[in-house]
């Protein structure tokens, strides 16, 4: 009987909970339930956060299945139809694969932080003030419907088929769930060829110099080609989580609020320029853009009252700048 990659994930559950339940052990014994000021120890587990990752992932594994529906006729039909190379079976083939769905996988998530679309659905896998192994399991089932599966498209006209687009996608996305931890430090040089635990927590981190960097699958050498690759520092612990808190366990909220907040944008902004840059722009444009509208109406006024033009500190540009909400 042949083995359909699409339950690859649920196949490894047990691996999964396995890890999941070591960590919460190991940390019981070796980390303080409370860090500093009051402040719960990021890495551990809480009840309410724990379950509701385990409902997301429950979640996104439902869309998923829905999304290869209609995905793999249209990866079917890109390999019939467009495809440039005809590969022989074998680990040639194989390994040519997973460097090409790794690159692309770097760009879908590089994008999915810098273009509000797509990061409606990728908020969910940030907005945990918490960094452990049940992290991993945070995903949307909004991933469809932002267009997750189009980045794949160009592996079947590389020549690949269906079953190994959704075989590699998943293997990538099942080597990701080993980086969601804090209990395992730096890995020497394995730092500079793959995606590691500190690589990640960087990436799950909301400090000025962490945000919007090391955005691997497996590989980190895309981000170390490509300048995003920031190192973890030592003296500057990671505050995991987001922007705007979303300060909730609901699972759904989790799932809708950033889609939400793009729609209520989209339907105040006066004309289709901004309504478009609500939908497409980095997610801090429309802060950007009421801050800017806001800093005109005060030097509008000032002028009007023939003061000094005084835009407030916080409402330049460069406090919002690079930022994901
Ligand atoms: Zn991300
Ligand atoms: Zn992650």
């Given at each position: ?287 950007r853009h009421d801050a800017l509208g806001l800093a005109s ?14 835009v407030?500190?916080?409402n330049t540009e ?8």
């Amino acid at each position: 009987m042949q083995f359909d990659a699409q339950w690859l994930l649920l196949a490894l559950a047990p691996v999964f909970l396995a890890c999941i339940a070591w960590e919460a052990w190991h940390l019981s014994r070796t980390r303080p339930r409370v860090a500093s000021n009051d402040t719960p120890d990021s890495a551990r587990y809480a009840w309410p956060d724990t379950l509701c990752n385990a409902a997301l992932a429950l979640m996104h594994q439902g869309a998923d299945k829905l999304a290869w529906l209609v995905a793999i006729p249209v990866y079917a039909y890109v390999y019939r139809h467009f495809r440039l190379v005809s590969w022989q079976p074998g680990l040639v083939a194989w390994f040519a694969l997973f460097i090409a769905q790794d690159l692309l996988y770097y760009v879908f998530h590089r994008a999915s932080h810098r273009v509000r679309w797509l990061w409606a659905a990728h908020v969910v896998h940030h907005s945990s003030e918490r960094l452990n192994f049940s992290t991993a399991f945070r995903q949307s089932l909004m991933y469809p419907v932002a267009g997750m599966w189009v980045f794949w498209i160009p592996l079947a006209m590389l020549g690949f088929t269906p079953e190994q687009i959704v075989a590699i996608v998943l293997v990538n996305l099942a080597f990701q769930f080993f980086v969601h931890t804090q209990t395992i430090s730096k890995l020497g040089w394995l730092e500079y060829v793959f995606n590691t635990p500190s690589m990640h927590r960087v990436h799950h981190a909301r400090n000025a110099r962490y945000i919007d960097r090391n955005y691997a699958g497996v590989l980190a050498i895309w981000d170390r080609m490509f300048g995003s690759y920031v190192e973890e520092d030592a003296h500057d612990a990671p505050d995991y989580g987001i922007v705007k808190p979303l300060a909730s366990c609901n699972p759904l909220k989790a799932t809708f609020h950033e889609w939400l907040a793009m729609a209520r944008d989209f339907a105040r902004m006066p004309d289709w320029r901004s309504r478009l840059a609500a939908l497409f722009a980095p997610p801090d444009w429309c802060e950007r853009h009421d801050a800017l509208g806001l800093a005109s109406a005060t030097s509008a006024a000032s002028a009007t009252a023939g003061t000094r033009c005084g835009v407030p500190e916080n409402n330049t540009e460069g406090e919002f700048g690079s930022r994901s909400s």
